[in-house]
Every structure is written in structure tokens, then in C-alpha cells.
Nanobody, 122 residues
Framework: VQLQASGGGLVQAGGSLRLSCTASERTFSRTAVAWFRQAPGKEREFVATIDSTGGGIVYADSVTGRFAISRDNAKNSAHLQMNRLKPEDTAIYSC????????????????WGQGTLVTVSS
């Protein structure tokens, strides 16, 4: 499964962005999807995950209440709606997929898309 992330950009603190992750094949509908991010000088960290049916949603504490993950299997896509963005949300955001149940551990994901840069100015 090939993934492509998009939707990053520059936004002011308090603003919103919607990231998209588009898959190349319908196998995507059987995968759990997650978003990870890597800020400059830091390790990549888990952001959110969703199971193949749209349930099983888990968020990192740092984004709970501000971000929302969703998916549309008919369009082979997943999304990350990011609201009330903060400068500390600045990072490269990557989507990943794995067969069956979701996970917050990046090493468990077999499929990765390239990252999309999100920059939040103060």
C-alpha cells in the first residue's frame, strides 16, 4: 500500500489545518491508520490512530480535544483535522498503515507515506 500525505502548510497559532492521507489501493480499507509527527531535533511521536472501520480511535494526550482523525474507505483516504493549533504542533506529519488492529507504536506499521510539513507561527 502506497500512501501520500498532503495538506500541510503555514498557519497562525489558534488556526486549523486538515491533513489527508491517500492510499494507492483498496487494501487500505483493511488497514489501521495512524498519524505520527516529528518536530525539529526530536524523535517521531504518535499523534492518532483509527481502525479499519473508523473506530478504535486513540489520540496522544497532547492533541486530545484539538485533533480529530477520520477515514473514508470509499475514497481510500484518511484525514487529520487539526484545530486550535499551537507552535509546539510544528512538525513533519506522516501517515502510516498496518493490517488489522491499530497501534501507537511506529515500528508496527508496515506502510508509510512521505511527510507533510506543518508550521504553526506564534
Amino acid at each position: 500500500v502506497q500512501l501520500q500525505a498532503s495538506g500541510g502548510g503555514l498557519v497562525q497559532a489558534g488556526g486549523s489545518l486538515r491533513l489527508s492521507c491517500t492510499a494507492s489501493e483498496r487494501t487500505f480499507s483493511r488497514t489501521a491508520v495512524a498519524w505520527f509527527r516529528q518536530a525539529p531535533g526530536k524523535e517521531r511521536e504518535f499523534v492518532a490512530t483509527i481502525d479499519s472501520t473508523g473506530g478504535g480511535i486513540v489520540y496522544a494526550d497532547s492533541v486530545t480535544g484539538r485533533f480529530a482523525i477520520s477515514r473514508d474507505n470509499a475514497k481510500n483516504s484518511a484525514h487529520l483535522q487539526m484545530n486550535r493549533l499551537k507552535p509546539e504542533d510544528t512538525a513533519i506529519y506522516s501517515c502510516a498503515a498496518r493490517l488489522y488492529e491499530p497501534s501507537r507504536y511506529e515500528r508496527s506499521y508496515q506502510y508509510w507515506g512521505q511527510g507533510t510539513l506543518v508550521t504553526v507561527s506564534s
